[in-house]
């Protein structure tokens, strides 16, 4: 499956942005959809994942009540909402496809994660 990460820009503390991975390929059900995010001098870190039917959700902390990842298997695309986007937030976002769509114990690890789309830059300016 190809990934292509879209949606990122430059924006102000505070506001929102969507983030849109669409996917191309095998079918898109098969699989468990993560976001992955690297910002400057940093190792990259997981952000939120869904499995195959948006079932199951896993968010970070650091994330978590402000970010809210859905997907839209009739699109083959999978949405990342980010509202109260701190300067924090800034960082290339990546989307990923995990092989097994259930999503694993691991759901963290970028490991777990075959297919990676290139990365869409987000700035958050205070």
């Known amino acids: 499956v190809q990934l292509q990460a879209s949606g990122g820009g430059l924006v102000q503390a505070g506001d929102s942005l969507r983030l849109s991975c669409a996917a191309s390929g095998r079918t898109f059900s098969a699989y468990a959809i993560g976001w992955f995010r690297q910002a400057p001098g940093k190792e990259r870190e997981f952000v939120t994942a869904v499995n195959w039917s948006g079932s199951r959700i896993y968010y970070a902390d650091s994330v978590k009540g402000r970010f809210t990842i859905s997907r839209d298997n009739a699109k083959n695309t999978v949405y990342l909402q980010m509202n109260s986007l701190k300067p924090e937030d800034t960082a290339v976002y990546f989307c990923?496809?995990?092989?097994?769509?259930?999503?694993?114990?691991?759901?963290?690890?970028?490991?777990?994660?075959?297919?990676w789309g290139q990365g869409t830059l987000v700035t958050v300016s205070s």
């Open positions: 990923a496809a995990d092989g097994y769509r259930y999503l694993s114990g691991n759901y963290y690890d970028e490991k777990e994660y075959d297919y």
